[in-house]
């Protein structure tokens, strides 16, 4: 139980009366000084109720309320400023801790639903680029966090496999490509093939023409244009597995949009079965006006179906699969207004499961403050990005531990850490610029100073030989270690609030705060000076690796032990 919990619980066995113990709990405060205690309750509320001065009211309840879990309880002006028994609050979380381990935080909230994640989704034939990090590392985490609260994640990479850029790739192979070349260097050739097209297209309008005629074969399943859609998709899916398994992120599924071609007749005929069609210019559409929505554009007038038709056929096969609690789209924010008419025309076809699909957007990735595009060739590589964290990584390890034994497997989870880190530290809405020499540094709110906060309190249990006792009562008095044991009390809560929001980011923020104020104690206490609390102090610095580590992995990132 947490202290606010606490205080609510003793304030309300006297104000039942007149405040429920939820009323109570929105009216408590954090005090910013620690001078004024660890809760605080404001008597405004009881004014009306007691008909008498807030200062009044505090004071009476002060000398009403039970002190058995308080050092003491200090009245100013109309606060009751609660001081918590640090010692017996210590006791029990580091006691909780000690016996749960890394499962401290868990919930069953979820009762094992099925939670499917659109996450990653790049376009076959276009490297990964800086530009997809966001989605994969989200998704990723999103699927960690939401399973240490009781769900099943299920991590899709719903790939673009299909549509008019394998015509314009086909073009640009047939007219500028080479076997050889593409052999080589698959995805580097493809991206110039692609670029190449763009540019001739602005002056020969016709190459737009050629290219919706090959894909129209490869809709019609004709041999070569196949043979190539298949060809590029293979040697792409290669590529891809080279990044995923740096970043470690795997996918329980890879239906990209292919898989549903054969999948969107039924979603046309359910739409007609339900009178929800109407014509328009030719098209075919769903009339969205009721939820203050644009048309939702269904069928073109050649026949050719759209990306909402392939997301609804797409929302209705997960649907029918995993029974979903459910349903995840981590997906740009530019995308917000598709997935409004998505689910709109769901909602419409009767389907009431389509409130249980969520778009969670997020903000760019910026360099020197501009959007990063594939089409003009702009482009940040995430395999080059990874690879020159590593090296940076590796050459700051050398400079502050040369003989440490596995130096590569170590250099690789900073680096690769660092990149990740950096991302999910931001909240997921605001878009950042990202400069390589910050984000891998070993100082400030970065991945490595967590990590290398962890390994640090490793080598410190390491040293004392520390050996866990849950039988034992741990206590501590001082403040130092009240400030650390405060962050490790309220990871319950830190869970809670990231698995709610869909925002690793309040995963990745109390990582820094625990960080900061464990190297802040680290600093100021003599922990292994052998004296009666020597074991306690012992037993807040495991906690605290327990939680660096925990937080580290839920957010996908490694803990080292000594770096």
């Known amino acids: 139980m947490n202290n606010q919990n606490i205080v609510a619980k003793a304030i309300y066995d006297v104000v039942k009366e007149d405040l429920t113990l939820e ?15 660890d809760v605080a309750f404001p008597a405004f509320g009881l004014a009306k109720a007691y008909r008498k001065a807030p200062q009044q009211i505090a004071q009476d309840l002060a000398e009403k309320i039970d002190g058995a879990n308080f050092e003491k309880i200090e009245v100013v002006g109309p606060y009751l400023n609660f001081f918590m028994d640090k010692g017996a609050v210590t006791q029990a979380v580091l006691g909780q801790v000690i016996k749960e381990k890394n499962h401290y935080g868990d919930a069953s909230i979820g009762n094992q639903g099925a939670v499917p994640i659109d996450m990653s989704s790049p376009n076959i034939a276009k490297p990964i680029s800086m530009g997809h990090l966001r989605s994969t ?29 394998f ?6 192979y047939k007219k500028w490509g080479s076997e050889e070349a593409l052999q080589q260097e698959p995805i580097a050739e493809l991206l110039k093939l692609y670029v190449r097209f763009h540019e001739e297209a602005e002056e020969n309008d016709a190459l737009n023409d050629e290219a919706r005629a090959w894909f129209k074969q490869l809709e019609e399943g004709e041999a070569e244009a196949m043979r190539l859609w298949k060809w590029f998709r293979d040697e792409s899916m290669k590529e891809f597995n080279k990044i995923y398994d740096m970043l470690e992120v795997s996918f329980d599924s890879l239906n990209g949009e292919a898989f549903y071609n054969d999948k969107m007749d039924e979603v046309v005929e359910l739409l007609e079965e339900k009178h929800l069609l109407s014509m328009s210019q030719g098209a075919e559409i769903v009339d969205l006006t009721s939820y203050d929505l644009n048309p939702a554009l269904i069928r073109k007038s050649d026949g050719a179906t759209l990306y909402i038709t392939r997301d609804m056929a797409a929302a209705l096969y997960r649907k029918r699969t995993y029974q ?26 009767g389907f009431d499961w389509s409130n249980d699909m969520h778009h969670i957007p997020f903000g760019l990735i910026t360099k020197d403050g501009k959007k990063l595009s594939t089409r003009q060739g702009k482009i940040v590589l995430l395999e080059e990005v990874l690879n020159e964290a590593i090296a940076l990584a590796n050459k700051q390890i050398s400079e502050k531990n040369p003989d440490l034994e596995n130096k590569e497997e170590v250099a690789r989870q900073v680096g690769v850490g660092a990149v990740i880190f950096h991302d999910l530290k931001n909240d997921r809405l605001n878009s950042f610029d990202f400069t390589l020499e910050e984000v891998v540094r070993f100082e400030g709110e970065t991945g490595p100073y967590v990590q290398y906060a962890h390994a640090r309190a490793m080598s410190i249990l390491t040293k004392a030989d520390f050996q866990l006792d849950e039988a034992k009562d741990y206590r501590l008095n001082d403040e130092g270690s009240w400030e650390v044991l405060k962050h490790i009390q309220r990871y319950p809560e830190v869970i809670l609030q990231a698995a709610e929001k869909y925002e690793p980011s309040v995963i990745a923020k109390h990582a820094i705060k625990l960080a900061q104020v464990f190297n802040k104690y680290y600093a100021n206490t003599k922990i292994l000076v052998d004296d009666q609390e020597k074991e306690a102090r012992l037993a807040l610095v495991y906690a605290v690796t327990v939680l660096l580590k925990e937080d580290l992995r839920l957010l996908g990132l490694h803990a080292p032990e000594k770096m």
């Open 23 to 37: 009323q109570i709990l929105r009216f408590l405060e954090t005090p910013k000084s620690v001078d004024h205690g």
């Open 137 to 165: 590392v989200i998704g990723n985490s999103i699927g960690f966090i939401l399973e240490k609260i009781g769900y099943q994640p299920i991590r899709i990479n719903h790939l673009g496999d299909w549509g008019t850029q």
């Open 167 to 172: 015509g314009k790739l086909i073009v640009a």
């Open 324 to 349: 979903f609690a459910k349903s995840l789209y981590v997906v740009g924010n530019e995308q917000s207004y598709h997935f409004k008419q998505l689910k709109a025309v769901l909602l419409e076809m």
